[in-house]
């Protein structure tokens, strides 16, 4: 593989995180000015999520007909456009317009870079291209703080994003007869044309089932935190809520650091030596966090901990996809997963939402412990199922 399509690749991941974090950093600021609830950010980033669900599904299709070179550039420039857009909006119903593309433009981009890391990269590389995903998310925020504090608005954080999308989109139309493997003559999913690959015969695929439920459980553990845990620490910990945000960001930090360590650790162990290992940190954390200690740096040490066991789990979940299906079954299958993954990241945050309103915020790792052992099972059955006799 030549390093040129490893730095194309590697673009790909950091411009799939530009876009995830920016609507959440901007929302308190947006919503007073459009003259709606803070609730009703949910409407719009269900939307969102939904727009990557359909492109997630519709991935594998798309590639055999077009080529990774064209999904590439045409996904990063539909989220480029939803994103500038989102800057210009001046009432709450037009950030649906963008909000379509800007989920249909990560969905399919998502799948289709996935699937090719999956089948040419080494698994450390899939580890480092997630940690990229992480890097790409923390600048948004960044650029949504930088424009408030200069007075330029939240406006500008959109516009900053939306600038760097718009340079790869570009260089990814000038790389895209690249995406080719040097020992291989054809275009990722241009020797798979002629299969087809309905939903119904991929989920018929052994084990296939099994994966995509954990695959919507990791969304359920990682999601549910990123969300509820600066939430959880204000009210179970009482701090307060700068400190409660502070705090909460060494959950996402945990994941983008473990996931930097977890490409050295894919040179010498397995895939699935290394998701045991994550589920594993995961439950200590969580265990800490059920101590009946009301401590904030307990807290603090547990989110820490379950950031840095989510670390390996999605990234080597996908590139384990080729060793358990086989290569003829990883474009459905990835497009798939990341429908699941999509679909757990939608609903089961506010699922818990529903939840803490009759118990407690507190019962945060009892929710995240339930969804972990079912991710754990899943996992085991698929590693059963598809063990190479």
């Not at 000015?33 to 939904?50: D, K, L, R, Y």
């Not at 809520?241 to 162990?269: D, H, P, Q, W, Y």
Request: hydrophobic share 50%; glycine share 10%; charged share 10%.
């Amino acid at each position: 593989m030549s390093t040129f399509i490893y730095v194309i690749v590697y673009l790909c991941f950091i411009a799939l995180g530009l876009p995830d974090s920016v609507f959440g950093a901007a929302w308190p600021s947006m919503y007073p000015q459009f003259g709606v609830p803070v609730s009703w950010a949910g409407a719009v980033s269900m939307t969102i999520a939904a727009g990557t669900v359909v492109s997630s599904l519709m991935s594998d299709r798309l590639l055999k007909k077009f080529g990774i070179g064209t999904i590439a550039y045409f996904s990063v420039g539909l989220t480029c456009l939803a994103v500038f857009g989102f800057s210009f909006v001046k009432s709450y119903p037009l950030l649906f317009l963008f909000a379509i593309p800007y989920g249909l433009g990560a969905g399919s981009i998502d799948a289709a870079v996935n699937n090719f890391a999956a089948l040419y990269f080494p698994s450390k590389h899939m580890s480092w291209l997630h940690c990229m995903w992480g890097i790409g998310t923390i600048f948004g925020p960044y650029m949504i703080g930088f424009g408030l504090n200069r007075g330029l608005g939240w406006q500008f954080g959109y516009r900053a994003v939306g600038s760097i999308l718009l340079v790869f989109t570009v260089c990814l139309i000038f790389a895209s007869g690249r995406w080719t493997r040097a020992d291989v003559k054809k275009n990722l999913g241009a020797d798979q044309k002629k299969k087809k690959s309905p939903l119904k015969s991929t989920l018929k695929i052994k084990g296939a089932i099994e994966i995509l439920i954990a695959f919507f459980c990791y969304s359920a553990v990682e999601q549910t935190t990123m969300l509820w845990a600066s939430s959880y620490m204000k009210i179970h910990n009482s701090m307060s809520e700068a400190m409660a945000a502070s705090f909460a960001s060494m959950f996402f930090i945990g994941i983008t650091a473990g996931r930097a360590v977890n490409g050295f650790l894919a040179i010498k162990f397995s895939d699935t030596f290394l998701i045991r290992l994550g589920e594993g940190i995961i439950a200590s954390g969580i265990i800490i966090m059920m101590l009946p200690f009301e401590n904030n740096y307990l807290t603090l040490i547990g989110l820490i901990i379950i950031g840095l066991g989510c670390a390996p789990v999605y990234p080597c979940i996908i590139h384990s996809t080729p060793e358990h299906f086989g290569e003829e079954n990883v474009g459905a299958l990835v497009g798939v997963q990341m429908a699941f993954a999509y679909t757990g990241t939608t609903t089961m945050p506010p699922l818990f939402g529903l939840i803490s309103n009759r118990t407690s915020v507190s019962s945060l790792p009892y929710f995240l412990l339930f969804f972990l052992v079912l991710l754990t099972v899943m996992h085991e059955i698929v590693v059963r199922k598809t063990k190479k006799t």
